[in-house]
């Protein structure tokens, strides 16, 4: 009967998830046509943007069940892999019983007194032109969380299921009952905090996100836990995270996220890197590290085209790496260039990394794309030059490829597939650079551009289009839900006075921006070790906004400096995205000791590119300020 019911909710989400995907290729189609309305016609609409920014809105809401359906709510894995098949059924039970549901809850009381109030208000568009009954738009935000809370239900359902021993999760409630029961009693006996109730929040939330709970539920249920358990905090404060939340909603600069990934997972399916990588290898063969010098510059493409840090180290790990091994290159030297070449596009724009940090930083996102190329560029200079040096101290590292086919058709064959993805790369960052476009309209016209070269290559299907589409869904919600959570968090957190107590120990007991800046970048480098970097970007850089403008330092310097720091914490082992992903797809091709190896000194090129950009801040404005 349990499973009976949980098949019914899953379709629920499954029908949800599928209308979401909808409205992301209906999204970029009115994005792109409001664009080319606008510019070669100068002919706008206001309603026609608000329809926008509703669909956007659609697509992370009614994601949330979705994702939640498919286990793609990020979780620190690190210890949850190697769990028994009952431990996790327990996590998850737990996830849902405790962090979930008692949230969504919480959520869904406040969003609908949100709702009833802009219905009984009668509540229009304040720009003329706009749409009227904006109640139905914040009713998405019920309708979102009960969908999450029945798909929750389900999760529970499932879980419970495939749980054999019934017994442990007996032990597991009965503790946590324990724990709540002493917590009670020394809240109801106003017992004082014995250590500060900031640093317990952050100590909670590290000790679960370990565990391998939701990334963003955990965030959301710290919150909702020391709400309630402290008498100058409330739940009170958490009444204005629907308010909050539609806010959010309405960020056109947030919009640019899920056309950016849509167009990048289109991409991804053209078989366009193949292509690269294939004629590259060729191109650059006969010189020593010739293949390892391709994969860098392809990584630099695929940045740049498709800013999806996993798909490239995927294609390139599945690609590259057998032909690199089979012309026998170092696994060590094979495996670092294709990690650090896939990480590119955490810093190289079309960055979802710099739009997310241009929202939080309250920043230009088409500065912070201006300042981060050359950076980017360095980078890739940088990797160039450590490997043309290896393999020439090493001439066994890399060796020269020999091929008989004539250089001049390998040139064109190479040229043929560079092209169409540099044009748009061109138009995509072109327009933004030139001011021409924002972000998300660039975004939008970028998913026609990708249609396009996957046309010219007949690897243009509608069942491509709607995988791209439905896996933007599950990103996109894992991404806004792991944003309600940290705004959650947020919340408390200044209510606690962490704010405070953060601006206090940066300007009144150093007072000094270098040891700031060199303590903020060793926290975000060591955090970028376990947990992702949209945690960090919505957690942690919120915090230290007002002490950088404080201490009167550049905040597009900044923002770049916290860019290339996330990206080197995709490498460093053992917890690296990228070597996760390296090593799935590589399988048994190399091993970890050689991919821990290879990335060693990819990492230290890094945090020398890091090190020129402190010393020179210049660098970042060449393309313009």
């Known amino acids: 009967m349990f499973l009976k019911l949980s098949y019914h909710l899953d379709n629920i989400s499954k029908y949800s998830g ?33 329809i926008e920014w509703h669909l956007f809105d659609m697509v992370f809401l ?35 019983l405790l962090l979930v549901i008692p949230f969504s809850l919480l959520f869904l009381t406040d969003a609908l007194a949100m709702t009833l109030q802009s219905f009984v208000q009668n509540e229009v568009s304040s720009d003329p032109g706009g749409l009227s009954h904006r109640w139905v738009i914040k009713g998405m935000l ?83 836990f020391f709400a309630l358990i402290t008498d100058e905090v409330g739940l009170h404060v958490l009444e204005m995270l629907p308010y909050r939340t539609y806010g959010i909603m309405g960020n056109v600069t947030l919009m640019a996220v899920p056309l950016f990934i849509f167009m990048g997972l289109i991409l991804e399916k ?10 590259m290898g060729k191109l650059f063969g006969a010189v020593r590290g010739g293949l390892a010098i391709s994969v860098v510059l392809v990584g630099a493409i695929l940045a740049a085209s498709t800013g999806i840090v996993g798909a490239s180290v995927v294609m390139m790990s599945l690609i590259a790496l057998p032909l690199m091994l089979k012309h026998n290159y170092s696994p060590a030297l094979a495996s670092g260039s294709i990690s650090a070449s896939g990480t590119l596009g955490q810093l190289i724009p079309p960055s979802i990394v710099l739009i997310i940090l241009g929202d939080q ?26 490997i043309l040096v290896v393999s020439y101290l090493n001439k066994d590292l ?22 169409p993805p540099l044009l748009l790369i061109a138009v995509v960052l072109g327009s933004i650079f030139a001011g021409i476009a924002s972000p998300s309209e660039s975004a939008a016209i970028g998913v026609l551009g990708a249609v396009v070269l996957a046309l010219t290559k007949k690897t243009f299907s509608f069942s491509m289009l709607r ?96 860019a290339m720091n996330l990206q080197a914490s995709f490498l460093t082992p053992p917890f690296g995205f990228a070597l996760f992903y390296l090593k799935g797809a590589a399988g048994d091709k190399v091993s970890t000791g050689a991919i821990y190896k290879g990335v060693v000194p990819f990492i230290l090129l890094q945090l020398m590119a890091l090190g020129i950009i402190v010393m020179f801040p210049n660098l970042i404005y060449l393309f313009g300020e």
């Open 467 to 562: 995988y791209a589409a439905i896996e933007t869904v599950k990103l996109t919600a894992m991404i806004f839900m792991i944003l309600i959570g940290a705004t959650a968090f947020s919340l408390v957190f200044g209510e606690l006075g962490g704010g405070d107590m953060a601006i206090d120990f940066f300007t009144g007991d150093m007072q000094d921006k270098w040891t700031f800046i060199l303590i903020a970048m060793v926290v975000i480098f060591i955090l970028g070790f376990f947990i992702d970097f949209i945690e960090i970007a919505f957690v942690v850089v919120p915090i230290l906004v007002p002490i950088v403008a404080l201490l009167g330092i550049d905040p597009i310097w900044f923002a770049i400096l916290i």
């Open 398 to 419: 890399a060796p020269a490829i020999v091929s008989d086919e004539p250089y001049g058709d390998i040139v064109k064959d190479a040229i043929k597939e560079i092209i």
């Open 18 to 50: 599928y209308l979401a995907s909808v409205f992301v290729v209906i999204l970029s189609l009115l994005v792109a046509y409001d664009a080319g309305m606008r510019y070669l016609f100068s002919s706008g609409s206001i309603a026609l943007q608000e």
């Open 361 to 386: 930083m309250h920043l230009s996102v088409g500065d912070l794309f201006r300042a981060a190329v050359v950076p980017g560029l360095l980078l890739i200079g940088l990797y160039i030059l450590y």
């Open 270 to 279: 053209s078989k366009m890197a193949e292509g690269l990588l294939l004629s």
């Open 142 to 224: 019920v309708v979102g969380f009960v969908l999450l809370v029945l798909q929750a239900i389900s999760e529970i359902l499932k879980a419970y299921d495939r749980l054999n021993n019934k017994t442990l999760l007996f032990k597991v409630l009965v503790g946590v009952a324990l724990v709540a029961t002493l917590v009670y009693l020394a809240w109801f006996n106003r017992m004082a905090f014995w250590i500060d109730p900031v640093f317990l929040m952050f100590a909670l939330a590290l000790f679960l996100l370990m565990l391998g709970f939701q990334v963003a539920f955990v965030f959301a249920g710290v919150a909702l």
């Open 62 to 96: 009614l994601g949330l069940t979705y994702a939640l359906k498919h286990d793609k709510h990020v979780r620190v894995d690190i210890f949850f892999e190697r769990y028994n098949p009952d431990t996790r059924a327990v996590v998850q039970i737990c996830s849902m």
